[in-house]
């Protein structure tokens, strides 16, 4: 078991980490970073990447479990692959934002200003955000928050992937 948790979870890790890589480095690259589609992007990775939740709790069943899995041991594999696959993800970030891309989050804040200027706020509130934007670029130069920010970006993901995977492929008998 313990094999396929670990092989399954830096596969899926690999994969949303290259491609959160990918995706943010070109899009800073670029000098124009469409945030909105970052987003997506990144959400759309993350299911890419945890859908090797599913092969791999199917797999752990099939090939070693005699076609045979309990709900909580297909939920254990499941959840240890997202831990094993949220974590290089974060350390991925981690890297990334400290060393390759350090003003990020001052884009960001800059681009959200921006859009509730245009969306017509009022000076109140565009202070009021500007405080709460400035207030968090200065925390997420912790690493210590930066990357609990980042398991709580990705683990609910990987969460609802598992679930949904381990009441999907649990089986009581092989003939099921």
């Given at each position: 078991?313990?094999?396929?948790?670990?092989?399954?979870?830096?596969?899926?890790?690999?994969v949303v980490s290259f491609l959160m890589l990918f995706s943010v480095n070109l899009s800073n690259a670029a000098g124009h970073i469409d945030y909105d589609k970052g987003l997506l992007i990144g959400y759309a990775s993350m299911l890419i990447a945890f859908s090797l939740v599913f092969v791999g709790?199917?797999?752990?069943?099939?090939?070693?479990?005699?076609?045979?899995?309990?709900?909580?041991?297909?939920?254990?594999?499941?959840?240890?692959?997202?831990?094993?696959?949220?974590?290089?993800?974060?350390?991925?970030?981690?890297?990334?934002?400290?060393?390759?891309?350090?003003?990020?989050?001052?884009?960001?804040?800059?681009?959200?200003?921006?859009?509730?200027?245009?969306?017509?706020?009022?000076?109140?509130?565009?202070?009021?955000?500007?405080?709460?934007?400035?207030?968090?670029?200065?925390?997420?130069?912790?690493?210590?928050?930066?990357?609990?920010?980042?398991?709580?970006?990705?683990?609910?993901?990987?969460?609802?992937?598992?679930?949904?995977?381990?009441?999907?492929?649990?089986?009581?008998?092989?003939?099921?």
């Open positions: 078991m313990t094999k396929n948790i670990i092989i399954y979870g830096l596969i899926a890790g690999i709790i199917r797999n752990y069943r099939d090939k070693y479990n005699e076609g045979i899995i309990s709900f909580g041991k297909a939920f254990k594999i499941g959840i240890m692959i997202v831990l094993i696959a949220s974590t290089i993800y974060v350390v991925a970030w981690l890297i990334d934002y400290f060393f390759f891309i350090p003003d990020f989050l001052e884009k960001y804040s800059a681009h959200m200003i921006d859009k509730l200027k245009a969306s017509g706020a009022s000076q109140i509130e565009i202070d009021k955000q500007t405080k709460e934007m400035a207030s968090s670029v200065r925390i997420y130069k912790n690493p210590f928050f930066n990357a609990a920010m980042t398991y709580v970006e990705i683990l609910p993901v990987g969460l609802v992937v598992t679930l949904i995977s381990a009441l999907i492929l649990k089986r009581k008998s092989a003939k099921n």
